[in-house]
């Protein structure tokens, strides 16, 4: 596992939007984790395992916290990284694809559906959309959603940030259909 430089973790509750109030608050809560990249400065490398590894460890250490941090049970997900610019894309890829999603759905109880993710190559202090889909119905238009996240001081050049994402609801006043309205 490469060296975690920090952890970040916040709740979010939601009440309301545009002025309407939600039939209940919805709860988001984020785990950001920011890691050193082996691989940063060295392009082209084939075996990325190390960050796969990296993934599954990550998930496994912050997904339990995550999952308690709702107060409740997790309907929907998403991941998320930001890889410095000393790296590429496909090492935010290894860190969130392969082996990120199996801890993920262990601490919440399961998940039919693939968990929406996003990677980008940026410097330090640029946000991310991490997108949030239903864990089981991966049609839930009601779920599509984001919360957007940043580091002040991440991802450095040699770094990658990870992030998880969960919710316990969906968007507040849907009206695009489809899927079941939790």
């Known amino acids: 596992m490469p060296p975690i430089r920090k ?29 050193a990249n082996p691989f940063a400065g060295r392009p082209g490398m084939e075996d990325l395992t190390v960050l796969w590894e990296a993934g599954a460890a990550l998930g496994e250490r912050l997904m339990p916290e995550l999952a308690a941090m709702l107060g ?19 090492h935010g890829g290894a860190v969130v694809h392969p082996r990120l999603g199996k801890p993920m759905r262990a601490a919440i109880g399961g998940g039919a559906s693939p968990v929406p993710s996003a990677v980008k190559v940026a410097a330090a202090g640029t946000p991310i959309d991490i997108p949030l889909g239903h864990k089981d119905d991966a049609w839930s238009f009601a779920h599509f959603d984001t919360i957007t996240v940043m580091m002040a001081d991440g991802p450095r050049p040699e770094e990658i940030l990870v992030a998880m994402a969960l919710a316990d609801g969906g968007r507040v006043w849907n009206r695009c259909g489809g899927g079941p309205a939790r």
């Open 7 to 35: 952890i970040a973790t916040w709740r979010e509750t939601v009440f309301g939007e545009m002025g309407r109030d939600a039939p209940r608050p919805i709860i988001r809560a984020v785990a950001l984790a920011v890691i």
């Open 72 to 90: 409740g049970p997790a309907v929907s997900y998403g991941k998320a990284a930001i890889v410095g610019v000393a790296g590429e894309v496909e």
